[in-house]
């Protein structure tokens, strides 16, 4: 009987260990936070994302599946999707993705973008990307356009 709560112990011991608490969400500090502002500014970010929801959109606006392909959204449904994209609200997602960017770096960017004059291309179609702030503008088109349907 000892063995056996001496077994069960050390079991639940290192099972109760093993449960330790994901780490917070990425959050930018105030300083970070005022240097993406600076960055999004700059780079005309606003602008190179609203483009790449664009591509996004028109590559949603027609279901290429069937032939010939069906119209999903019509044209004034997808410029009421871009008009009414919340950028101020998406900036969150932005604080949170870039806060993996150290100062250091932020500020680098900052210092490139305007020495370019914040265009990496002439259409402003070239913008900073990473997985999560892929799939959280998807997301949120994707939401708009199910919205939209109703």
């Excluded at 959050?27 to 606003?46: G, R």
């Excluded at 599946?65 to 997808?78: G, R, S, Y």
């Amino acid at each position: 009987m000892k063995h056996f709560l001496l077994l069960l112990s050390i079991v639940f011991f290192s099972l109760a260990g093993a449960q330790t608490l994901p780490p917070p969400p990425a959050a930018a500090n105030l300083a970070q936070k005022s240097l993406i502002d600076e960055f999004i500014e700059v780079s005309h970010y606003e602008e190179a994302l609203k483009n790449y929801v664009k591509g996004y959109i028109e590559l949603k606006m027609f279901d290429y599946n069937v032939d010939p392909p069906k119209e999903l959204l019509t044209k004034e449904q997808a410029r009421s999707i871009i008009r009414n994209f919340d950028f101020d609200g998406f900036k969150t997602s932005l604080y949170s993705s870039f806060s993996f960017i150290s100062e250091e770096h932020l500020k680098e960017l900052v210092r490139f973008h305007k020495n370019i004059g914040g265009k990496l291309s002439q259409n402003n179609s070239i913008l900073l990307m990473n997985p999560t702030i892929d799939l959280n503008i998807r997301n949120q088109i994707d939401h708009a356009i199910q919205n939209i349907k109703k």
